[in-house]
């Protein structure tokens, strides 16, 4: 009884007290919800979470002047109309946009900002039952069904022909649900272009006259796209991301996917702005500061991927041939007998049912058939066949190939992945060097050459497409003691050499194109700078053993004052042979002879031997001879040289 | 005046031969869909914004249904694998003819097949191929049937 009225009393007390807390807090309590996000925000600014690491990667702040401004440059990514370049704004306005009416459904900032929110909600301690409930149905759709299996940083190389690609790209692939790679979603960052021609493209490339774009598609498109279509092979590094990791990176997504960033080729590009995204998900990777506090403004994506590599995020690395590589290595397991006919089954001058007995052995049949296959296909992207005849060919070579019950090797099996792009020398060079000149007089010198990117023909081969030469802004001095005189002596500011070696598969056009200054001799003896455009085309083939040997048809425009008309134009053969005697060392001999017949007459006949040894990945040994003759003064010059790579 | 034009045409001829030296092609859908475009290579940088798969609800949802119950799965909305099967059908027969392959592996798994049944399958289907592409001019839903016929034969 005591005990039962004890109990009722300790009831009466609790809905008293109820009452008498509902009575005595209910109005209060309006008004704490009303001033709760001010309170929030009272607390993000004493708790300086504007400064916050994690702020600045998701609103991908940087230094800017003495204060801070975002990389994103559409206003939609911000909250606040000052938000770009005020970070304590943003904050404030986000924190109250967390409380706006739920009525906005999928525009509420909760919705479009699920990272920030996640992060101001932790960070605040804010009491998610004071929140109004919103429903984002779109975002939480999406979500739902995406399982955060691995995430991939995936490198299409360089394509040898290609100057947009020898810098190659970047992009991340985010593993789902399904297991095969094909079905993944890769996350692209990409500058939408307008139909420009070339130069208006690169002008608004520098300059970031173009917008930057994040995509997302399914993985299959883009191994279509390099693999099938540009015949790029890919590398592709598997993150160490966690689960939590990779799902907070695919919340920064959803942020950015409908805004733009002016993009700009060299530095806020492809590859840097990605680095955003790995930094949302594991922040205590340092990626994106590094590329803007150095000298070197420009970011490549090779050097990315040696950025991942030294922050130990990268678990496994897996190459994926190319279709043009994969040719290439079906090709090797065939005699040549078998390959010439793997090519007419191609051209169409021999049916499949005329097979029989043609090739070594009866095993040797479906090989010969799968590389006639992948031939057609790799015809048909160059655009060599009709689609008509492609698919009649294509289709008539399969089905004799599906009588056939064996199952083909695996082209990642038999394909040997070569280097990997990271384990390759650094892009920029440092040259120092000493050697002799010989003109009307002789004298000694000493070189000193930088140039920030990309890979010569003389730098080391490996983690690079052989043949394909990109230098960007090479520069070069001399310093001549007798004299006392310093030079420039070259600024190039883009030299391309793009040699593709043709065979019995390949018909590619080999070329090249400088642009710069260089200093010349003239007709007075005296050595010049002038200002010159040199393209050419031409064909290469392989040597045997390791090489290349080529031969172009050059044209060469210098504009100089002491010329007359102040410009000579000449055309002319060169050709060359490119060797590698063995993993260190590489030796090059090329000679050129130009008719100048425009503006200033004259020949120019020269000869250059150049031989390279590679110390380790980084630092190159080089000698390079060069004997010419122009007007008709003779010049012989060698020089050797340290190769520093950085 | 001569000499400024020549100048201007080797110009020209050489901006031509660099633009023409970024030409790619691009990616298409369907057998022998690759269409390729004239623009030149650095167009193709370009990626269509498209805002669908990992955001969009239409492409999931492959559910319920195994080959090995004599139900083909394509009587289920599937745009995910009729987007595939469309993108990547030159790849899908050459695996098919071939015995085996990236492609057919994520087709089969897109239709749920166990791995332990795959290899029987894939045999059934390369014995098959002419009735799953019987000719050249060969639509979506017809291959679509076909090996679905093939594979519940």
């Known amino acids: ?646 | 005046m001569r000499k400024m034009l020549m100048l201007v045409v080797v110009l020209v001829l050489s901006l031509t031969l660099t633009s023409s030296a970024f030409a790619y092609g691009s990616a298409g859908c369907g057998l022998g869909g690759i269409v390729i475009g004239n623009d030149p290579g650095w167009k193709q940088l370009v990626a269509t914004f498209l805002n669908g798969a990992i955001f969009s609800n239409q492409v999931f949802g492959i559910t319920t249904g195994t080959l090995g119950c004599g139900k083909p799965i394509w009587a289920s909305n599937n745009d995910r694998l009729n987007q595939f099967v469309v993108a990547n059908m030159d790849n899908l027969a050459k695996d098919i003819a071939m015995g085996k392959g990236e492609t057919l592996d994520a087709f089969a798994e897109l239709m749920e097949v166990p791995t332990a049944e795959r290899a029987a399958l894939y045999a059934k289907f390369q014995a098959n191929f002419a009735t799953i592409f019987p000719s050249e001019n060969v639509v979506l839903a017809d291959v679509v049937d076909n090996i679905v016929i093939v594979a519940n034969n």
């Open chain 1, 1 to 646: 009884m005591r005990e039962a009225n004890a109990r009722v009393y300790r009831a009466l007390c609790s809905v008293y007290l109820f009452f008498a807390l509902c009575l005595t807090l209910s109005p209060a309590t309006a008004a704490a919800e009303a001033d709760y996000p001010s309170t929030l925000v009272e607390a993000g600014r004493a708790l300086r979470l504007a400064d916050e690491r994690y702020w600045n990667i998701l609103l991908h702040y940087k230094k800017s002047g003495s204060g801070r401004e975002s990389l994103v440059d559409d206003p939609v990514f911000f909250l606040s109309p000052a938000g770009k370049t005020d970070p304590e704004a943003e904050l404030e306005a986000t924190i109250s946009g967390l409380f706006q009416g739920p009525e906005l459904g999928d525009d509420h900032p909760r919705c479009r900002f699920p990272a920030r929110s996640a992060w101001l909600v932790e960070q605040l301690s804010i009491d998610a039952s004071r929140l109004t409930p919103v429903v984002c149905a779109a975002y939480d759709e999406s979500m739902r069904n995406i399982t955060m299996r691995s995430a991939v940083l995936v490198f299409p190389a360089a394509h040898g022909n290609g100057p947009a690609s020898m810098f190659g790209h970047t992009l991340i692939r985010i593993d789902s649900t399904v297991q095969s790679d094909l079905m993944s979603y890769a996350v692209n960052y990409a500058a939408k272009m307008e139909d420009d021609s070339g130069p208006v493209y690169i002008f608004k490339g520098l300059f970031g006259f173009y917008k930057g774009h994040y995509s997302i598609l399914p993985y299959y498109e883009k191994v279509k796209e390099y693999s099938g279509i540009e015949h790029r092979d890919i590398w592709e590094y598997r993150l160490n991301l966690t689960e939590d990791e990779i799902r907070r990176m695919v919340m920064h997504i959803w942020e950015l996917r409908q805004t733009y960033s002016d993009y700009y080729f060299f530095t806020e590009n492809c590859s840097y702005n990605l680095l955003f995204l790995l930094e949302a998900a594991r922040p205590s990777l340092d990626l994106t500061d590094p590329y803007r506090n150095r000298a070197r403004f420009w970011v490549i994506p090779g050097d990315t991927i040696r950025t991942l590599t030294e922050n130990n995020a990268v678990a496994s690395v897996k190459y994926r041939p190319s279709l043009a590589t994969g040719i290439a290595v079906r090709a090797r397991a065939l005699v040549a007998d078998e390959q010439v006919l793997a090519v007419a089954l191609a051209e169409g001058r021999m049916k499949p049912a005329e097979m029989g007995g043609r090739t070594s052995s009866p095993e040797r049949t479906a090989p010969v058939l799968d590389l006639a296959a992948e031939v057609l296909q790799y015809r048909y992207s160059k655009k060599e066949l009709d689609r008509e005849v492609y698919l009649q060919r294509y289709l008539s070579v399969l089905r004799a190939r599906s009588t056939i019950a064996e199952t083909s090797k695996d082209l990642s099996a038999i394909a040997e992945p070569p280097t990997q792009p990271e384990l390759g020398h650094r892009a920029a060079r440092l040259a120092m060097g000493a050697g002799w000149r010989s003109t009307n007089e002789r004298r000694w010198f000493a070189d000193l050459s930088v140039r920030p990117a990309y890979h010569d023909l003389m730098d080391p081969d490996d983690g690079y497409v052989e043949g394909a030469q990109i230098n960007f802004f090479d520069l070069g001095a001399r310093y001549e003691p007798d004299k006392g005189s310093l030079t420039l002596q070259k600024m190039h500011i883009v030299d391309i050499l793009s040699l593709a070696p043709r065979d019995r598969f390949f018909a590619p056009v080999s070329w090249k194109f400088s642009t710069g200054l260089d200093r010349v001799l003239m007709k007075d003896g005296s050595e010049r700078l002038v200002f010159r455009v040199n393209p050419g085309g031409g064909a290469a083939y392989r040597f045997p053993g390791r090489g290349l040997i080529y031969a172009l048809f050059e044209s060469d425009v210098q504009l100089s004052n002491v010329y007359e008309d102040r410009m000579s134009l000449g055309v002319g053969p060169s050709v060359g042979l490119d060797v590698v005697p063995s993993g260190r060392w590489k030796s090059s001999i090329q000679a050129a002879a130009l008719a100048y017949f425009l503006g200033e007459t004259h020949r120019i006949v020269s000869g250059i031997f150049m031989q390279s040894w590679m110390i380790d990945a980084n630092n190159v040994i080089s000698l390079k001879a060069k004997r010419e003759k122009t007007f008709r003064h003779y010049g012989t010059e060698a020089v050797l040289s340290w190769n520093w790579y950085f």
